[in-house]
């Protein structure tokens, strides 16, 4: 990940900080949890591009030889068998660049980490009542 000491205040700012060709990819993965989960905020946070609706949903970020996806350990959890061809840790996935994204994949474990984050917020509104 390239760095930037002030920080970067969009996602579009943090995306043009890289070569034309990982541009590309990083915005296609956009794209794609763009589509899975429309009703999310776009911020930065960690220096990263995240996605947030009741919470962080998921962030990412480009690195020399690989996108790292973070759908927080549950949403590796859920999807582990199909992760499984990939690096990863308990929160966290690696994409190697030159190789398509799976972005059905993608889709559906922001799609999981949708309705998680709906569901924990709507149990955090039930309990203040």
């Known amino acids: 990940m390239q760095s930037n000491e002030v920080g970067f205040t969009s996602i579009d700012e943090y995306i ?26 776009e911020k930065i946070s960690y220096q990263m591009p995240t996605f947030y609706l009741k919470g962080n949903l998921v962030h990412f970020a480009a690195y020399k030889k690989h996108i790292g996806f973070y759908p927080a350990p549950s949403g590796i959890l859920a999807f582990q068998e199909e992760l499984s061809i990939y690096e990863g840790a308990k929160g966290s996935v690696k994409f190697p660049i030159g190789q398509p994204l799976p972005l059905d994949l993608i889709r559906r474990v922001v799609q999981f980490r949708v309705a998680e984050n709906l569901a924990q917020a709507k149990i955090k509104s039930n309990r203040k009542k």
């Open 16 to 41: 043009e900080t890289f070569p034309p060709e990982t541009q590309e990819i990083l915005k296609e993965l956009r794209a794609a949890i763009q589509a899975a989960a429309p009703e999310a905020e």
